[in-house]
């Protein structure tokens, strides 16, 4: 092997020493990689409690759903309670939407 050229980078002149310092660049050390998974535990746990207790809103709210007429209702007070659940509902589905694109995104982070 020819010795590296002046002012060329010592791992271009030696592919083996370049191999290693490619793969070196996503080597974590163990205490900083057990730190950032506690890390993104911290930050997963949360929104997957906050999905799971909207869950089962939505599950309660789509049952009451379900018991109350097809139709808009007799009196208005019927067709006021029948409007502000389906507006919950689809406030619950969006705020659901919202947490699960934050968890993937935290997830595919993580890897």
Same mark, same amino acid.
């Given at each position: =092997?020819?010795?590296p050229?002046a002012?060329?980078?010592? $791992?271009?002149?030696?592919?083996?020493?370049f191999?290693v310092? #490619?793969?070196? &660049?996503?080597?974590?050390?163990?205490a900083v990689?057990?730190?950032?998974?506690?890390r993104s535990?911290e930050a !997963? $746990?949360p929104? #997957?409690? @906050?999905?799971?207790?909207?869950?089962? =809103? &939505?599950?309660r709210l @789509?049952a #009451?759903q379900?018991r109350m007429?097809?139709? $808009?209702?007799?009196t208005?007070? @019927?067709?006021?309670?029948k409007?502000?659940v @389906? #507006?919950?509902?689809?406030?619950?589905?969006?705020?659901?939407?919202? !947490?699960?694109?934050r968890l993937k995104k935290?997830?595919v982070?993580?890897?």
């Amino acid at each position: =092997m020819a010795p590296p050229q002046a002012g060329a980078p010592l $791992a271009s002149a030696d592919p083996f020493l370049f191999a290693v310092l #490619e793969a070196a &660049k996503d080597v974590v050390p163990f205490a900083v990689d057990d730190e950032l998974a506690q890390r993104s535990h911290e930050a !997963i $746990a949360p929104l #997957e409690r @906050e999905l799971m207790h909207l869950s089962v =809103m &939505k599950d309660r709210l @789509e049952a #009451e759903q379900t018991r109350m007429p097809l139709s $808009a209702g007799r009196t208005a007070t @019927e067709r006021q309670h029948k409007q502000l659940v @389906e #507006e919950r509902l689809t406030e619950l589905n969006r705020r659901m939407v919202d !947490i699960r694109a934050r968890l993937k995104k935290l997830c595919v982070a993580r890897r």
